[in-house]
């Protein structure tokens, strides 16, 4: 962002009393300040007039391929990703496996189905990490079509996990490291309203939420490695299904 043709001008009071002249000292400073004005809120600039996001009239916000559901930020080490799933676009943001499906004419839902369909996120390979004080966290919003569904949302690399799962009857809170601690959450997969799984993990607990109500909370077997986040289908009783809302994932980035 280059400088303001002038510097800012300061005007002395004594140069508006109402008996000294309009002189052109007074009449050139006027001029003048508008001018900064006028270039600091962007008119010099050649990208646009306005402040435009552009990156270099203001902050650059980095967004998604499709450019309006999913939104990627970057700032201070933080890193925030949110995606409603509005447009049938998994490219820029995930790497699917199998046949994740945007559903059309539902307001941003996209489903995976029992045969392994999954979505795992591609940005930059695997940029989440615990690591104290700093907490990471997710939140899914999720439907299932059958109570006993076999999915599974979170943080993994493969062997190490903070996650939620569909675990037969319940949903069940998982953290793998060299073991795995798990409990049971006592909530039944709904099948007729969308359910928000949120976990807040730090480098010595993790808190599972389920609709807001903190259902478990590990101090063991916290993951200690570089993760990235995963929602995935596991092969199910008839049309086992799950149906996701939205994914939010906000916290430190590795």
Do not use: C
């Not at 009239?57 to 998604?64: C, D, E, L």
């Not at 490219?91 to 994740?100: E, I, M």
């Not at 730090?202 to 259902?215: E, P, Q, R």
């Amino acid at each position: 962002m280059a400088a303001p043709t002038y510097t800012w001008n300061t005007i002395a009071a004594t140069q508006t009393d109402a008996d000294s002249p309009l002189d052109t000292t007074l009449m050139e400073a006027e001029r003048q300040n508008l001018i900064h004005l006028e270039e600091w809120l962007g008119d010099a600039y050649t990208a646009a007039k306005n402040h435009d996001h552009d990156g270099v009239n203001s902050a650059q916000a980095v967004m998604a391929d499709d450019g309006l559901s999913s939104v990627k930020l970057k700032r201070q080490g933080e890193i925030v990703i949110f995606d409603d799933f509005l447009f049938d676009n998994l490219s820029g943001l995930w790497t699917p496996t199998g046949t994740p499906a945007v559903i059309t004419g539902d307001n941003g839902i996209l489903r995976l189905t029992g045969t392994g369909d999954a979505i795992t996120n591609g940005m930059n390979g695997k940029p989440f990490k615990v690591v104290s004080p700093n907490t990471l966290s997710f939140e899914v919003s999720v439907k299932s079509s059958v109570t006993n569904t076999l999915h599974e949302f979170g943080f993994t690399n493969g062997s190490q996990k903070i996650t939620f799962k569909g675990n037969g009857t319940y949903w069940y809170a998982y953290t793998v490291l060299s073991g795995t601690t798990s409990t049971s959450t006592a909530v039944v997969p709904s099948t007729t309203a969308y359910q928000k799984l949120k976990a807040v993990a730090t480098a010595t607990s993790v808190a599972f939420y389920i609709d807001g109500v903190l259902k478990a909370t590990h101090t063991t077997q916290i993951p200690t490695a570089t993760m990235y986040f995963m929602a995935t289908t596991i092969a199910g009783p008839g049309s086992n299904y799950s149906y996701l809302d939205y994914i939010h994932i906000w916290g430190n980035r590795n």
